[in-house]
């Protein structure tokens, strides 16, 4: 990797790197199918429809979507004054944000990718110990017989907080017994949110790396144990992608045209890379090289990017690259990253952002006074992208390196994906605004 990154990671400056491996969809298109295909996606999508029914009963605050999670997609016209405003420059382009900040049930993108690993997990099992066919109606999941089946099983995860939320909370309505190995970073209120709901929680003092690698360990040593490995899963990474489709339908709905005279720009905030990754790479299927995707990750924690720009993948860590600190973005302190999602990225990621936590609560405040809405810290790391169309000079590069001229930008779309923060507790929002 270039010395000045390095030198810039060092220095924990906000930058954008851009991903010299990216190629043009057609190229990789091929290659992608034999890994992960179109019916993949497909198969992943009709699973969570075979599951509506057990979801709308055990989960009623879903029943108005006929228990399908999804999340809204709004203009946030508010917002992006208050960007322009504050800043004096001006976004080319419009502002969306894409609300998996208050998906149901979990409050966090994690109800996507956790909720379809458990899900088909369940109904592995269920089909195989010919509890269940796949013509049945799945409310048959909310039985006591199910819950009694399920409860000889054990899943296990480790979390910096939102996979363990979703993953404790699916789990436990199904019946499983689960454990939750949980890093230093991970906030209190989820720790007391998932022990309130009879899940297990272990605690570490070391970072999410380490959480993971002792999760993995104790459900390794028991037959009946199934783990949800972050940082390989290629199921949590199909939960991911179902979005896709789904922001496809939205698009149309809102008359959002995308094609080379009208790009859509998404930006997703990455920890080990699984949820940005699979819901780009859905993306990436649908609109090929009229989606431009990009990552934004914590300064302090910039895995996906020291992965995929070294080449090494899960083989790096960002203490080895002495980059160290703090970071209120709990979700995204991931000091390593998936070793699948690195490489099935990286010929699609466009390029990935970092970005500080002043900066994270800065957009947090703003989008609250304007719109509204309050998310996460580690959910308002996609704000850093919009404005970069005007203030960053490398975001020109990339421009002009796509061939993406003035009036398509200024056709363009902008998707902040706003990924957590529906269950934080109000006390603590409080303290949030007043950082
Ligand atoms: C987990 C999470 C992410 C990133 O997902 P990864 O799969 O770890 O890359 C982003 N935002 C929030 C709020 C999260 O909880």
Known sequence: MNNIVIEELLNKEEILWLNPYKLPFEYTNALCELIVSDNDIKDAEELFLRFAPFIKKVFPETQKNNGIIESELIRIEKMQNAMETTTKLKISGNVY?????????????????????????????????????????????????????????????GSTGNLGLSIGIISAALGFNVKIHMSADAKK?????????????????????????????????????????????????????????????????????????????????????????????????????????????????????????????????????????????????????????????????????????????KYLKMLHKSEKISVEPSACAGFVGPLATTKCVDFKKYLNLNNIDGDALSNSNHIVWATGGKMVPEDIFDKYLNY
């Open 97 to 157: 944000l894409k609300q998996d900040s208050h998906l149901d049930v979990a409050g966090s993108v994690k109800a996507r990718g956790g909720f379809f690993e458990v899900l088909k997990y369940a109904e592995t099992l269920a089909l195989k110990h010919d509890k269940i066919n796949t013509n049945d109606d799945y409310v048959k999941f909310a039985s006591e017989e199910m819950k009694e089946f399920f409860g000889s099983f054990t899943i296990q995860v």
């Open 189 to 361: 209120w989820k720790k007391d949110l998932l022990r309130s709901k009879g899940v297990e929680v272990i605690e570490y003092e070391s970072d999410y790396s380490k959480a993971v690698y002792e999760g993995r360990k104790a459900s390794m040593s028991d037959p009946k144990s199934y783990f949800v490995d972050d940082e390989w899963s290629v199921n949590l990474f199909l939960g991911y992608a179902v979005a896709a489709n789904r922001l496809k339908n939205q698009l149309v709905e809102n008359k959002i045209i995308v094609d080379k005279n009208h790009p859509l720009f998404v930006y997703i905030p990455a920890g080990v890379g699984g949820a940005p990754g699979g819901i780009c790479y859905g993306l990436k299927r649908i609109f090929g090289d009229n989606v431009h995707c990009f990552f934004v990750e914590p300064c302090v924690y910039p895995s996906v990017l020291l992965g995929i720009s070294t080449q090494k993948f899960e083989k790096v860590s960002v203490s080895d690259y002495g980059v160290s600190g703090k970071t209120d973005a709990d979700g995204l302190a991931c000091a390593s990253p998936s070793g699948f999602v690195t490489r099935i990225m990286t010929n699609h990621v466009s390029g990935i952002f970092t970005v500080s936590d002043d900066t994270l609560y």
